[in-house]
């Protein structure tokens, strides 16, 4: 940028006003865009919790994601937060559902 980068409030303020759901559309687009899987391509699902995302003043839990890596493209196809009181077998269908993996090999560690 010509006058260097923005300011930690600039970006602040351009992450608040963007719509979460609005992003995810876009991203994904983006991505599909960007890649495409191959058949026998790997992809990797996995869950893990996200340090110090834990709230100890509001007493909320830890954030847990589950990612799906492309070990072709090095890169996440998708990635979602897992409900609270839940774990990352009930998200893993619903990342499924999100990414277009016909053909691909899919691994998932024992918890899935």
Same mark, same amino acid.
């Given at each position: 940028?010509?006058?260097?980068?923005?300011?930690?409030?600039?970006?602040?303020?351009?992450?608040?006003?963007?719509?979460?759901?609005?992003?995810?559309?876009?991203? @994904?687009?983006?991505? =599909?865009?960007?890649? $495409?899987?191959?058949?026998? #391509?790997? *992809? !990797? +699902?996995?869950?893990?919790?996200?340090?110090?995302?834990?709230?100890?003043?509001?007493?909320?839990?830890?954030?847990?994601?589950?990612?799906?890596?492309?070990?072709?493209?090095? @890169?996440?196809?998708? =990635?979602?937060?897992? $409900?609270?009181?839940?774990? #990352?077998? *009930? !998200? +893993?269908?619903?990342?499924?559902?999100?990414?277009?993996?016909?053909?691909?090999?899919?691994?998932?560690?024992?918890?899935?």
């Amino acid at each position: 940028m010509p006058h260097g980068p923005p300011s930690h409030d600039t970006l602040g303020r351009v992450f608040a006003a963007i719509q979460p759901e609005a992003f995810e559309r876009c991203f @994904l687009q983006w991505i =599909q865009a960007l890649a $495409e899987l191959q058949p026998g #391509e790997l *992809t !990797a +699902i996995d869950g893990k919790t996200l340090r110090h995302s834990f709230d100890h003043a509001s007493d909320k839990a830890a954030i847990h994601m589950i990612s799906a890596w492309s070990s072709a493209n090095g @890169l996440v196809f998708g =990635q979602l937060a897992t $409900e609270a009181k839940s774990n #990352e077998i *009930t !998200a +893993i269908p619903k990342l499924l559902e999100l990414l277009s993996l016909r053909a691909a090999i899919i691994s998932i560690d024992a918890m899935g």
